[in-house]
């Protein structure tokens, strides 16, 4: 079955610092995997959109591996800010869409809390 | 600013009503998602259309229904509401449909309240 699971469920984080949320999936075959950030009450927005050949990517101050032997992709966040606080969901799509979502496979999101 | 419109962003009912929600997808795109949150929970993925036809399903309700329309935007006709269709009701578009969807873009979400 495919599946997208984020870790941890929720983080709080002093402003200023480093923190990495966890993304581990078995989603077959394997398109792509995209990090989006959800503002409480908006659209997710799109952060990055890895392929299977691509291990990093960054996007200001956030950087998201894929270790696609391992099935597991990380979003970092460097010198986190108040605006940083938001949901941070991870998505992977499948080569040909099936079951009943599709092709895109939703993780639950990661709460993320940025405090002065 | 994604380039996903959707109407109207706030709606208050009563049980047993039917709303509908509207989607303008982004210039030129031909899918259409929509996908239900309810409070504190993740995205779920009600359907997909792509220029016009539907492409895939997911946990839709029976009483639920959506259709695309030849200007490619969407609606999403919700009826026989209950309390626990309460929930954010968002719309994202892509260009592609197919087995390999391209980036996707969210609009801002209907937030519907059913009292």
């Known amino acids: 079955k495919n599946q997208v699971e984020q870790s941890p469920q929720s983080l709080i984080i002093l402003e200023g610092k480093n923190c990495t949320l966890q993304?581990?999936?078995?989603?077959?075959?394997?398109?792509?995997l995209r990090w989006y950030k959800q503002d409480t009450g908006r659209g997710p927005v799109s952060l990055t959109i890895?392929?299977?050949?691509?291990n990093t990517k960054s996007n200001r101050r956030y950087t998201a591996t894929l270790d696609a032997d391992t099935k597991q992709s990380s979003l970092h966040i460097t010198a986190s800010q108040l605006s940083d606080s938001a949901s941070y969901i991870c998505?992977?799509?499948?080569?040909?869409?099936?079951?009943?979502?599709?092709?895109?496979?939703f993780g639950k999101g990661t709460k993320l809390s940025v405090k002065p | 600013d994604s380039g996903v419109t959707q109407t109207p962003k706030h709606l208050i009912t009563a049980t047993g009503q039917r709303v509908t929600l509207r989607c303008s997808p982004r210039?030129?795109?031909?899918?259409v998602y929509w996908y239900q949150q309810s409070l504190d929970q993740g995205l779920q993925f009600l359907i997909q259309?792509?220029?016009?036809?539907?492409?895939a399903k997911g946990n839709i309700l029976e009483r639920f229904s959506a259709q695309q329309f030849p200007d490619l935007h969407s609606e999403l006709n919700l009826s026989s509401l209950e309390l626990g269709d309460s929930a954010l009701y968002f719309c994202?578009?892509?260009?592609?449909?197919?087995?390999?969807?391209?980036?996707?873009?969210f609009g801002e979400g209907s937030r519907l309240t059913v009292l």
């Open positions: 210039s030129g795109d031909l899918s």
């Open positions: 998505v992977v799509s499948a080569w040909k869409y099936g079951g009943s979502q599709g092709n895109l496979i």
């Open positions: 994202a578009s892509s260009s592609g449909g197919g087995s390999n969807t391209g980036e996707l873009f």
């Open positions: 993304c581990n999936y078995t989603v077959s075959p394997f398109s792509n």
């Open positions: 890895m392929t299977f050949s691509e």
């Open positions: 259309y792509y220029n016009g036809e539907e492409r």
